[in-house]
């Protein structure tokens, strides 16, 4: 096999505070792969600066002349993390065998990487980066992640548990990615349903280096519950079994209330009468949320609306550079 062609791909949102210590670790580890011939010196690392309002883009344009390996991209938007990441990879296998991806804030251990490249060699098309240790999460980080995970499996999303975007795709694996064209994208949902000969590779998750979360709780239960509806129908199915419940529930109250009545007990009935109706009510409007929840997403899925748009490319410039040398 020929040394392959390496890109690491980067989506950065504000990381200005993170990008120089960033670019400086992430080019001494290409150095180092290269040296090492495990990949080939055509390698780059490309950040793709998701339309951050800092001086994220100056920073990878300095970046960019001071070390040959650093390439950029520039979206002419926000788009959020997995769009931007998308916008990485799609530029990215143009010229690459294969494309890692990693979060800016290097909470994930680059140290991992050459064993990435060494089981691409050993033929895997998709590496997974595992977090062995979340104890530099907080508590509830912790907890809500693996809840999640936990939820998710039990509804039929199968994911790699504590893997978050940290992984290796080989050319092959990407372009079929790439056919899967939702608009709503989750791609640790999506990865996995490609198929190829997969791997794991354990490790541990640190401290964010500088800067802050771009995930806030609300981001958070956003990206879970997207995570939910793009993939299962099962939320609608639950709405369904709870409202039969509440039928048979309520018919079996109602057989009460009449013999009560038959009898002669009369009861006021009140209090029967408006919990049922704020039962019934209640159901009825989570039930509506839960389907307004899919056709909104289908509303956006049938516009197809593109998942970015490219300011400036400095990576395919100066791929077409090489060509022409
Ligand atoms: N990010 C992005 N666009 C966004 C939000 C985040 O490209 O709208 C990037 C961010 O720069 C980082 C990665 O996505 O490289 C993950 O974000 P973060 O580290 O804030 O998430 P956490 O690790 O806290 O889940
Ligand atoms: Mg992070």
Redesign the pocket.
Known sequence: MNKPVLTIV??????EEVLPDTSIQLSNLLNNLIDDALVSKGSTILF?D?GSKDLTWEIIEIECEKRPFVKGLKLAK?V??QN?LIAGLETASKQSDCVISI???L?DDINAIPSFIEKYWEGFEIVYGVRGSRETDTYFKRTTALGFYRFMNRIGIKLVPNH?DFRLMSNRALMELFKYQETNLFLRGLVPLVGFKSTKIYYDRKE?TAGE???PLKKMLAFAFDGITSFSVAPIRLVTLIGFLALVISLIAGGYALIQELLGHTVSGWTSLIVSIWFVGGLQLMGIGIIGEYIGKIYQEVKRRPRYAIEKDLYSSHVKEQHQK
Do not use: I, L, M, T
């Open positions: 980067v989506p950065c949102f504000n990381e793709v998701d926000n959020g993390h931007a979060d800016a804030d909470q978050a964010r979360s771009k995930y």
